[in-house]
């Protein structure tokens, strides 16, 4: 299926000329514009399929994308971690008020702010690492002296050499923006919360995504290394050059993602695919369980997309960071993921400006996918959500 399968939308409670509109409008504006390189866009209502469209290039050299394509989904990798983690707290191994150090050590002596002298008001908890109050930040920040030192030490960089080890012995040597819960800043947190699930599991990352969550759900083309024989698959990334225009950052067929022995970075190194983040987000929406296979309680998922940020507050009282993965303005933060505090909506991107979105009331799963940096560029995650919305002709109630 390529397009609209008009009866089936109708079916589902949706106007397919709304939608048709909608596929038109990103044609038009990103497409045929030169803007985005290609897309490819799933939409579906109680799981039924409602829209695949697949559109563009997938290479410079000019191959057109197809729907199997594989793409650098960047911090859509944090959610898959986030249920990892959750995973292990319904094993018993671990709580959300665990103190961090009790399974990284090395952050026993860390200090907050430039002078390195202050001593954390409190304990950095497992919960702070998931909602991102730990006090950790981004390199690609660029707002603090403190963020300087991540970008001087590479450590949110793709490609690290490092192991789980080392990105942990260094990231010790810095200090925290902040105490941990005082405020939410999008951080390398994620990536520390994999170095947790290998620690406590005694396997790699990559081997205990396959094991407990990749192979259980079928998500057969999810993986932290391309393999040789997918390289055919996976698109070209681009990224904005100073005219404006497009320019290549990553070349599919000699990707950095091919390469082994590299830090795995629970906060953004997966490669994946439409139809496995598809199965992803079925796994969600169903409440942790896809095709038999349950992964996590009902109850678990409901507190992962619930607002975990301290005192009920949203991104836009408790953030001093801009960051486009989300707008800040009624908008909390859950175990992993983004979330509308009216809306009830849950979703997360990635700096490569692939996008996923969770309507738990409306069962409506969107899913869009490209490769452009950075993902601040165009405002097409909240056109995607505003489009949908609008097609909504039977609405279900909250």
């Not at 990798?77 to 094993?91: D, G, H, Y």
């Not at 709580?95 to 008001?121: H, M, Y």
């Not at 390398?188 to 259980?216: K, M, N, Q, W, Y």
């Amino acid at each position: 299926m390529d397009g609209i399968d008009g009866k089936a939308a109708v079916a589902a409670g949706m106007d397919p000329d709304r939608l048709d509109a909608l596929v038109a409008h990103l044609d038009r504006t990103y497409l045929a514009s030169g803007k985005l390189p290609h897309m490819q866009l799933l939409l579906s209502r109680d799981e039924e399929v409602l829209l695949s469209v697949v559109r563009g290039q997938a290479r410079a050299s000019g191959e057109a994308l197809q729907a199997d394509a594989l793409y650098r989904i960047a911090s859509m990798t944090k959610p898959i971690t986030s249920v990892a983690f959750m995973m292990l707290v319904e094993a018993g191994k671990v709580a959300l008020n665990t103190p961090v150090t009790d399974i990284i050590p090395e952050f026993a002596d860390l200090r907050v702010g430039q002078a390195n002298r202050a001593k954390p008001k409190r304990p950095m908890l497992m919960i702070d690492l998931l909602r991102h109050t730990s006090g950790l930040t981004y390199g690609l920040q660029r707002q603090t002296p403190i963020d300087a030192r991540y970008r001087k030490l590479g450590l949110d960089e793709f490609q690290q050499k490092r192991t789980s080890d080392q990105f942990v012995a260094d990231l010790s040597t810095l200090p925290l923006e902040f105490s941990p819960g005082e405020r939410w800043n999008y951080s390398v947190s994620t990536d520390v919360l994999g170095v947790v699930v290998e620690r406590l599991s005694g396997l790699d990352l990559e081997a205990f995504f396959r094991t407990h969550i990749l192979d259980p759900l079928g998500m057969v083309d999810t993986s932290f290394v391309l393999p040789d024989e997918k390289a055919h698959r996976m698109t070209d990334a681009w990224r904005l050059d100073e005219d404006g225009g497009l320019a290549i950052a990553d070349i599919g067929a000699r990707s950095g993602w091919r390469r082994t022995g590299r830090f795995l970075s629970g906060g953004g190194g997966l490669v994946s695919s439409v139809a496995d983040y598809h199965r992803f987000a079925r796994m969600l929406l169903r409440g942790g369980e896809l095709d038999g296979v349950r992964l996590l309680a009902a109850e678990t998922v409901a507190q992962m997309r619930s607002n975990q940020l301290p005192g009920g507050g949203d991104l836009s009282s408790l953030s001093s960071a801009m960051f486009s993965e989300a707008d800040y303005q009624g908008v909390g933060f859950g175990l992993g993921f983004a979330m509308g505090m009216e809306s009830q909506e849950y979703y997360w991107g990635g700096v490569f400006s692939t996008y996923f979105w969770i309507d738990p009331v409306e069962r409506l799963i969107g899913l869009f996918m490209t490769q452009h940096l950075p993902s601040s560029t165009y405002p097409v995650r909240a056109e995607l959500r505003a489009g949908v919305a609008g097609a909504i002709v039977t609405r279900r109630p909250r």
